[in-house]
């Protein structure tokens, strides 16, 4: 395991989360980096959910389900990133993975083949 995951656990529908997420002992710092949060829920495929280029600071590329609730961010220096998730709703439950991918353009930020290093993932249940 490459990257290490965690934040996740058990809320309530409207409630927030914040998934972290590390690379110990690897510096992906460099703007040639891009880091990307997936998930899957049960008995369907691993899907985008949001990603980050150093290269373009703070701006993030989201999938159209999590857009205007999540934020991803990042500290390129601290190799991690971070999954604000707020107005949680049951349909996000899934394991959250985390993953970084190399030299990315715009077009592939949502093809998972394009990333070379995951994280075991970290489980997100909303559910009242």
């Known amino acids: 395991v490459q990257l290490q995951a965690s934040g996740g656990g058990l809320v309530q529908p409207g409630a927030s989360l914040r998934l972290s997420c590390a690379a110990p002992g690897r510096d992906f710092s460099s703007l040639e980096y891009t880091w990307a949060w997936f998930r899957q829920a049960p008995e369907k495929e691993r899907e985008f959910v949001a990603a980050?280029?150093?290269?373009?600071?703070?701006?993030?590329s989201y999938a159209d389900s999590v857009q205007g609730r999540f934020t991803i961010s990042g500290d390129n220096a601290k190799s991690m990133v971070y999954l604000q998730m707020n107005s949680l709703k049951p349909e996000d439950t899934a394991v959250y993975y985390c993953?970084?991918?190399?030299?990315?353009?715009?077009?592939?930020?949502?093809?998972?083949?394009?990333?070379?290093?995951w994280g075991q993932g970290t489980q997100v249940t909303v559910s009242s």
């Open positions: 980050i280029r150093w290269r373009d600071g703070r701006r993030g």
């Open positions: 993953a970084v991918g190399r030299s990315l353009i715009s077009s592939s930020l949502r093809d998972q083949r394009r990333y070379a290093y």
